[in-house]
């Protein structure tokens, strides 16, 4: 894609002027619009790929369609808006732009913390950004060390190795099915029924594959056979919140279906719907299921859950946020073991910091379970930046001095790493 830095080169589609219609959606702010760099990383501009890149290299990056969407909902809240690519001239442009805020979706092409260079950079350039600081991207990409740091904190995580070569010995405490994944990948890239492994020359042979082709650590865990859950926020703690111990009790829903805490709301719960796919589709919600066959996709949401359940995920959703720095949004996914039953420990696999936000992304799909519409979900992320960083829109060229409306939307705790 081009852009230049005075025009929006994405074309603009009638705004469709969403009304705040969900439970619990943000209310809509107008007249107090800022000027917000849209960045994302498009995968028709990514670097060249090497051959033995694998055929799922490119599908985490975003494409055009879902830019114009977030761009839309942006504006139709009052905003404006410039869209442009996270790349190396992103410097040079948001210097002359002089916008207020970036709304940040860049998953980055390359590097171990590449979830973290744009968000670097706009540091350097004192711009304000949604979603989570370097050190959570740098942290969360990274998935076996986002697992030592939930373990420090007590935090429920299938026991894991991290395998660095295909023939590093393997810890004899951990008990075969074992799951192979790439250690920093997302939209479950290399994650395929052969993920699965019950020898240590399945393990070995896919450890191996995976080194290869994904060029990074692999993660190997002991298998969880159960039921895959998704829990999803947007906000942030109020200060008092922030190292408090959470109340169990406050996190019960008294619909089942979302429920707010201290500045911070859930959505509803989701469940990945096998029973939609084929007999002998793997039993995970794979590279394949999440894109092949995404138009089948179906979730039960909210998850039939036992509250006292659906509240302990609500409760380790909210640490593992609060535990890896992430703010303003998140998506923790985890599993809940078959065999212990209903009310089986669930189990951390990973926290999204800067979760998918496409109109068919997971977290758009919990959110419209409650009545919210995609637009609705891109300004509660970006409202909740706003409340952070209590922001102003500048005023030729100069921060405003004080908080307006919009930094009332969502109060919370200014992060040490923003302006
Ligand atoms: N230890 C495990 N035991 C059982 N299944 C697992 C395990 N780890 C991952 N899975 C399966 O693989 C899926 C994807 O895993 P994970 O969320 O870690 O990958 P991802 O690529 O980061 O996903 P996302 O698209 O959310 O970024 C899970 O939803 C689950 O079905
Ligand atoms: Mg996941």
Not at 18 to 33: K, L, Q
Not at 341 to 359: F, K, M, R, V
Request: one cysteine or more; proline letters at 8%.
């Amino acid at each position: 894609m081009t852009s230049t830095d005075s025009a929006d080169p994405l074309s603009q589609p009638p705004h469709p002027n969403p009304s705040s219609n969900g439970r619990g959606a943000p209310p809509r702010r107008r007249g107090e619009g800022l000027r917000i760099a849209l960045l994302y990383n498009l995968a028709q501009n990514a670097p060249a790929l090497g051959g033995d890149a694998p055929a799922d290299a490119l599908d985490e990056l975003d494409t055009q369609k879902n830019v114009e969407a977030y761009a839309a909902a942006l504006r139709a809240a009052g905003h404006t808006v410039f869209p442009m690519e996270g790349d190396v001239s992103l410097a040079a442009r948001l210097r002359r732009l002089r916008v207020d805020v970036a709304f940040n979706t860049c998953e980055g092409y390359v590097g171990d913390s590449r979830e973290a260079q744009v968000p670097a950079l706009l540091e350097m350039l004192g711009i304000p950004y949604t979603a989570a600081a370097v050190l959570g991207l740098s942290l969360t990409l990274d998935k076996a060390m986002t697992k030592r740091v939930l373990a420090y904190h007590g935090l429920p995580t299938p026991r894991f190795q991290e395998f660095c070569t295909a023939d590093d010995p393997l810890d004899p405490t951990l008990r075969f099915p074992l799951f192979i994944k790439p250690n920093r990948e997302g939209t479950g890239k290399g994650i395929t029924g052969k993920s699965i492994v019950n020898s240590q020359a399945e393990l070995r042979h896919y450890v191996g594959y995976l080194l290869k082709h994904y060029r990074q650590s692999v993660l190997v865990e002991e298998y969880i056979d159960g039921r895959d859950l998704t829990c999803g926020l947007v906000g942030n703690l109020a200060t008092a919140a922030l190292n408090a111990p959470i109340p169990l009790d406050a996190l019960r829903s008294k619909d089942g279906v979302g429920v707010d805490y201290a500045g911070v709301h859930f959505f509803p719960i989701s469940e990945v719907d096998y029973t939609v796919y084929e007999p002998g589709t793997e039993p995970v919600y794979s590279n394949r299921l999440k894109v092949e066959l995404a138009d089948r996709y179906r979730g039960l949401c909210p998850a039939p859950l036992a509250e006292d359940v659906a509240a302990e995920i609500r409760r380790l959703t909210l640490e593992t946020f609060r535990r890896t720095q992430s703010v303003d949004v998140c998506r923790v996914d985890f599993r809940l073991d078959r065999q212990s039953g209903p009310h089986a420990q669930p189990q951390i696999l990973e926290i999204n910091s800067l979760p998918g936000l496409t109109p068919i992304s997971d977290l758009t799909l919990c959110a419209e379970a409650e009545g919210w519409s995609h637009a609705d979900l891109i300004v509660a992320v970006m409202n909740a930046a706003i409340g952070r960083h209590r922001l102003t829109p500048k005023a030729n060229g100069k921060a405003a001095g004080r908080a307006t409306r919009a930094a009332q939307v969502a109060p919370g705790p200014v992060v040490e790493s923003s302006f």
